[in-house]
C-alpha cells in the first residue's frame, strides 16, 4: 500500500509533492514524509498521521529544492510513528528512499548489513533499501552516474516482494531514479518535467503522457529527460501512453466528498462503459476479445476472481455467465484462490476484476492461472495497470478516477462490463436471441434509471437519520438480489463502522435470526418477480420479531408492510444490480456523514492492497 509521489523539473517541488500525497492519501494515512534536494543537500521531513501534519510543520515552505519525492504510509512492517515514516536515509545520508511495497527478506538483509556495520533506527522493511545501495555504492569505484545506477539495480536485484521506489543521492544532485516490482509506478512527462506517482489521478492536473513501467525497468531522471534501462541495465526506448481522462474528473467540482460526486458520476460511468459495445441493431463488439463459438465451447468453467467490492461484482458476473451462456462459474476471492489448488486447466476461463487493477491478491492469482495454462481476462479501470498488463486480454470499466475508498461508481461499472460480457458470449454461443435483444435494449437505458434513482436521495437520508445510531444491520436478498446486499453491507461497515451482515433472505432463518430483536434494522432487496412472495414472508419473519424494515424494490408490494419501502425504476432482474445498489450506497454515505466520519478516508482502509 502507501502513496509516492515525486517532481523533478524548475518548480519548487515541496508545493506539487504535498498535493500529490493529498490525492494519494487514499492510500493510507498513518504519516506522510518528503526529502528534497536543497543547496546543502537532502532535506527530510516526516511527521506521523495526515498529510496536513506535514504541511503545518514548521520550516516547509523553506524548501526550495526542485527535485523532491514524497510518501504517505499505510503501515505494514512498523506501528505508525515519526521514526518509521518515509522517506528512510541510509546511516551516512547520502540516499534519501520512499518505498511503497513489502520487502520479505528484509529480516536477512537487515542483518547482512547490521553485521557490516549498518545501524536501524526504524522497524520498517524499507529502511533496508537506502543502507543496501548505499552497500553496493561504496563497493563502486567509478564516480560517474553509472556508480549510483549500478548501486541501486544491485540492492534491487537482491529483494525479494514488491517495490515502488524513488531514490534521491546527495552526490548526483540533478538525477532521481525510480524503479518498481510488482507495485505501482507511473511517470508523467511535462516540457522539461517529469511527475512521479503510485496512481494517474494524482498528477493528471499536470500532463495526461504517462511512460507505464515494467517490473524491474529503471529510470533515470534528470530535468527534461528521462532514461530507462532494463534490469541488466541495458537502454531501452519507451514510449509515453496518452490518458484520456479529464483533469477535472479527478476533483470534487462542488461535492462535499468524493463519495457522493462518484455516487452522483454513475449514469456517465455506466454511458461510457457500455460505450459503442452494445448496438440494438447489430452483434456486441468487444475489439479487445477473439472469441470464437468453438472456444466459448470448449471452456469448462468460468472462474471469477477478485476482492472486496470487486469480488461483489463477480458474484453478479457468475450469476448471468451461468443463466445467459449455460457456462458453470464460480467466484473467488483472490487471496483464497491461491492457496486452494484450484481445479483450473486449459479449458478454465479466468476473469479477474480490480478497479485499480494493482491488488496484490488479484495479480498473484491471475499469475496462477496463466501457469496452469487458463485463458486469462481481465477487467480494470485503470489502463496500463499490472493486472492487465499480465493478463492474455484486457478489457476496462470507463468509470473514470474513482478516489474515494469505498468504490460505488467502480462496482456498477463492472456489473455493467459482466453484462456486457456476459452478452457477449451469449450471442456468440447463439443463447437466448430473444432475451439477449430484450437485455440489450434495457441496458441502453440504464443511465436514465440510474438519474430516476439518483433523485431518490432525500427519502433514503431521512430513513438513514432514523437508524444511523445502531450498532447492527442486515441486508436480506434473493439470487442476485443477495450479491447488492453483500456489497451494501460492506459499504454500511467500511464507512459508518457498523456492524452488518448479509444474507441470503431464505438462510436468515437457520441461525442469524435469534439475533433479531425489537428495532434491530433490516434492509432488503427485491426485484425479482418470482421470488418477491419467498422474500415478503422472510422480512415477516424478522418483522414479527420486532426488526425495523426496510425495502428497496421495483415491485409491486403491499408497502403497509414495511416501515420503508424505497422505490426504484423498474429493470430486468438480471440488470438490477446496478440500480437496486445506489440507494444502498447513499444509505451507507448520509449515516457516515452523520457521524460526522472521514467518508472518502475510512479508518484502516487504503483502496488500492498491494500487499498479498
Ligand atoms: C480494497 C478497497 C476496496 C476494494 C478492494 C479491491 O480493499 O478498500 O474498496 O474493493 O481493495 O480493489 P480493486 O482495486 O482490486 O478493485
Known sequence: MCGIVGYIGTKKASPILINGLIRLEYRGYDSAGISTVEKNGLSLMKDMGRVKNLYNLKGIDDLEGTIGIAHTRWATHGKPSKENSHPHMDNSKTFSVVHNGIIENYNELRKFLTDNGYTFYSQTDTEVIPNLIHYYYKKETNS????????????????????????????????????????PLVIGKGSDECYISSDIPAILSFTRDF????????????????????????????ETTTIEWDASSSEKNGYDDYMLKEIYEQP?????????????????????????????????????????????????????????????????????????DP????????????????????????????????????????????????????????????IAVASTKAYTSQVTLLSVLAIYFSEILELNSDLINKLKSELLELPKKIETTLTLADKIKDFAM??????????????????????????????????????????????????????????????DSKLVEKTVSNIQEVATRGAKTLVVTNQDIDCNLFDKVIHIPEVHPYLAPIISVIPLQLFAYYISKEKGLDVDKPRNLAKSVTVE
Open 343 to 402: 481445479l483450473v486447466d486449459k479449458n478454465s476461463l479466468c476473469i479477474f476484476i480490480s478497479q485499480s487493477g494493482e491488488t496484490a491478491d488479484t495479480i498473484a492469482a491471475l499469475k496462477l492461472s496463466k501457469e496452469k495454462g487458463a485463458k486469462t481476462i481481465s477487467i480494470s479501470n485503470v489502463i496500463g495497470s499490472s493486472l492487465t498488463r499480465e493478463a492474455d486480454y484486457s478489457i476496462y470499466t470507463h468509470a473514470g478516477p474513482e
Open 466 to 527: 432514523q437508524v444511523y445510531q445502531e450498532k447492527d444491520m442486515f441486508f436480506l436478498g434473493r439470487g442476485i438480489d443477495e450479491a447488492v446486499a453483500k456489497e451494501a453491507a460492506l459499504k454500511l461497515k467500511e464507512i459508518s463502522y457498523i456492524h452488518a451482515e448479509s444474507y441470503a433472505a431464505g438462510e436468515l432463518k437457520h441461525g442469524a435470526i435469534a439475533l433479531i430483536e425489537n428495532d434491530v434494522t433490516v434492509i432488503t432487496v427485491m426485484t
Open 268 to 340: 456517465i460511468a455506466i454511458r461510457e462503459t457500455i460505450g459503442s459495445r452494445i448496438n440494438s441493431n447489430s452483434k456486441t463488439e468487444f475489439d479487445e476479445l477473439n472469441f470464437t463459438k468453438e472456444y466459448l465451447s470448449s471452456v469448462n468453467k468460468i472462474y471469477f476472481v477478485a476482492c472486496g467490492t470487486a469480488m461483489h461484482a463477480a458474484l453478479v458476473g457468475k450469476n448471468l455467465m451461468e443463466k445467459l451462456c449455460r457456462i458453470s462459474s464460480e467466484v473467488d476471492i483472490a487471496s483464497e484462490f491461491r492457496y486452494r
Open 211 to 238: 511512460y507505464l513501467l515494467k517490473d524491474y525497468e529503471f529510470v533515470l531522471l534528470q530535468r527534461g529527460s528521462a532514461k530507462f534501462y532494463d534490469k541488466d541495465l541495458n537502454e531501452i526506448d519507451k
Open 144 to 183: 560517474d552516474i553509472s556508480r549510483l545506477l549500478k548501486a541501486v539495480q544491485k540492492a534491487c536485484l537482491d529483494l525479494i516482494g514488491s517495490f515502488a521506489l524513488e531514490i534521491l543521492c546527495c552526490d548526483f544532485p540533478d538525477n532521481m531514479i525510480v524503479v518498481r516490482k510488482d507495485s
